[in-house]
Each structure stands twice: as C-alpha cells, then as structure tokens.
C-alpha cells in the first residue's frame, strides 16, 4: 500500500460504545496528525505526534485518546461521544521540518448516535 | 476575527474561463501560504505552496501573495470540470501550526 491508509473509512458507534480509528502511513514521514473536518467548518487540528512524541493537544476533550506507538502507525481511541462529535476524522503526516506539506489519509467518516 | 477566511461559495464559473479563489489571514506573522484542493468525499490535496509577495505559476494555476494586504490567491486558467472542488487555504503563523479556512466550493460548468 501506499501514501496514507485510515480505517474504517465509516463508523457507526453508539454514545456508550469504545471504538478505535486506525492510520497507517508508508512515505517514511517522521509527524502525524489528526483532525477532525465539521461541515461548514475549518479543518480542526487535534494531535501532533513528531518522533511518535506528542507535541501538541489543541484542547480536545479526554473522551478521544489517541497513541502513536512508532512513526508509522497513529490510532484515536474513542469513548462515550457525544452526537456533535460526528465528523470526517483525517489523519495527516510529513515530515517534522515540512510539517506545511501534509499527505492526507482518506478520512473516517464518524456518526454517533 | 476568523484567522483564515475564505468565502464559502459556491462559486461557479464556465468552462474556460479563470477562475478566483481569495484568502485573508490575520496572524502578520505568517510565513507560509498554501492551497489544498478536496473533492467532494476526499481528503485534502496540497496543490500549491507560497512563500515570498508577487506570483508563482504552476501550470494552469497562479498563487498570488500580498503580506502588506494579508491576502493570498489561488488563480485557476482554462478552468474545466475536474477542477469542480472545494479549495483550501492553509497559512503557517508565527508559531508554525498549519491553520485551514473553511474553504470555497468551486464548480466549473459546461
């Protein structure tokens, strides 16, 4: 496979379920990302991981956890959402000093119910 | 003040014809400009990067930088159908974080 890989590319998930969104990157990228895409809204940054490190958490709320346990590999864990929480969920990466050039995955597309 | 604007569109422009796409930011700081290009469904594209005033050309598309205004503009000739999309602007501020605008929604008609 190449480029950036999301699964699933869609989730149905009940407010009490725990789920997990999985991306997979295979451009040697040493950063990832993930953001959430509302309608009518600005891409929203959540997480920076650079070397696996988490480097930024734009003040997103507890009940998404995310874990990056190699370059290459980043999850968003999920648990008790909320309904105004679904959205297109996209994964990103580059490199760390070409973090303005970004490769996007094709996104899962969230609903919570 | 939203840090990136754009006008959400649509606009819609006959085959052929150039088409606009206007960005301001408000960080004057800001050092890098970019344009991302998402079809419906997709997951955003970089197509075009900006880094010092004046125009840079790439094909059918111009990007057109102003500091001194805080605007950025992505020119598209010879507009055809498959370029029918949503267009992002994306600015690097002072603190190197890629900030989106809400994007504008482009549709070229036959």
């Known amino acids: 496979e190449t480029g950036v890989t999301q699964t699933p590319r869609h989730l149905v998930m009940g407010m009490t379920n725990k789920k997990s969104l999985k991306c997979e990157q295979h451009l040697g990228h040493n950063a990832m990302y993930w953001y959430k895409q509302s309608a009518k809204k600005p891409l929203e940054l959540m997480f920076v991981?650079?070397?696996?490190?988490?480097?930024e958490n734009n003040s997103v709320p507890s009940r998404f956890s995310p874990e990056c346990p190699n370059s290459s590999h980043l999850f968003l864990h999920l648990h008790t959402l909320q309904p105004e929480d679904s959205a297109l969920y996209l994964c990103a990466s580059s490199h760390v000093d070409r973090s303005y050039e970004q490769y996007f995955g094709p996104g899962t597309r969230l609903t919570v119910t | 003040q939203k840090e990136v604007e754009q006008n959400s569109g649509p606009l819609s422009v006959p085959e052929g014809a150039i088409a606009s796409l206007n960005c301001t930011y408000s960080d004057r700081g800001s050092q890098s400009f970019f344009w991302y290009r998402q079809y419906s469904g997709k997951s955003p594209e970089l197509i075009m990067s900006i880094y010092s005033n004046g125009d840079k050309e790439d094909g059918r598309f111009t990007a057109q930088l102003n500091k001194a205004s805080q605007y950025v503009s992505l020119l598209i000739r010879d507009s055809q159908p498959s370029d029918s999309a949503t267009y992002l602007c994306?600015?690097?501020?002072?603190?190197?974080?890629?900030?989106f605008g809400t994007g504008t929604r482009l549709q070229v008609t036959l």
């Open positions: 991981y650079n070397f696996k490190e988490q480097t």
């Open positions: 994306a600015v690097t501020g002072t603190a190197s974080k890629l900030t």
